[in-house]
């Protein structure tokens, strides 16, 4: 399918019209949510940083399956996180000591990452294709998070994405950290429906809608770029 292009108009969604999906604003849980980052190296076999996050997830609606929308009606990201890479566990602490220095993640001089989307396309197997950017170190580089969403209840919402980062980007470009020129990024984040100001919140689905508490995402395997 050829994608096509929503700048944040209006769009006559006759046909091709999305599924409902997750409207509203969700909290991202930070003690049930994080970042893994997977990358080979040296003598070591596959590696696996986890980070603690915190954020926001929100959406207005999603786009006709195949649209790109580049921007909401809100004009707000349909995810916005920052990373903590003072927190990475690789179970090796000795490692862990070292992904902190200044010759990987510099969390001294870099204390936060963020990692905030640019674009969205539903694909027709339901799977979100979320562009967006990360900025670590000082350095912005874009990713392709192919993403699942579902709600578990009407007020939690579990989010999944899988992308792949140059290693650069991350402060892992030289030798001993590895010897793979890209990294991989999962996410799997918690979250819990924001509640407005008069004490309501905000409706899960339209009317008619209600009691579908899943978007129509398959359990297909993640793309990995």
């Known amino acids: 399918m050829t994608p096509r292009f929503d700048l944040g108009a209006p769009v006559d969604t006759a046909t091709d019209r999305s599924p409902p999906g997750p ?7 930070h003690a049930h949510s994080g970042v893994a980052l997977t990358w080979r190296r040296l003598r070591l076999g596959t590696v696996t940083g986890r980070l603690h996050c915190l954020g926001i997830i929100h959406l ?14 809100s004009r707000l ?5 920052a990373l903590d890479p003072a927190s990475v566990e690789t179970g090796d602490a000795r490692l862990d000591t070292r992904l902190c220095g200044p010759d990987a993640f510099d969390v001294t001089r870099h204390r936060w990452w963020t990692l905030r989307s640019e674009s969205l396309e539903l694909l027709p197997t339901g799977i979100w294709r979320l562009t ?5 170190r000082g350095t912005a580089d874009l990713v392709e998070l192919r993403s699942e969403a579902e709600a578990s209840d009407h007020d939690t919402l579990v989010l999944r994405g899988r992308g792949v980062l140059d290693r650069g980007a991350l402060g892992l470009g030289k030798p001993p950290w590895t010897r793979s020129p890209r990294v991989r990024l999962d996410l799997e984040l918690h979250a819990r429906r924001v509640v407005t100001h008069g004490g309501t919140q905000q409706p899960w689905l339209p009317e ?9 995402a398959t359990s297909s395997s993640y793309a990995t770029g």
């Open 77 to 81: 990201p349909v995810l916005t996180m």
């Open 132 to 136: 967006a950017t990360l900025t670590a």
């Open 23 to 29: 409207i509203g604003t969700w909290t991202i849980d």
């Open 208 to 216: 008619p809608q209600r009691g579908r508490v899943k978007n129509s």
């Open 60 to 73: 207005d609606d999603l786009p006709p399956v195949g649209v790109v929308r580049f921007q909401q009606p």
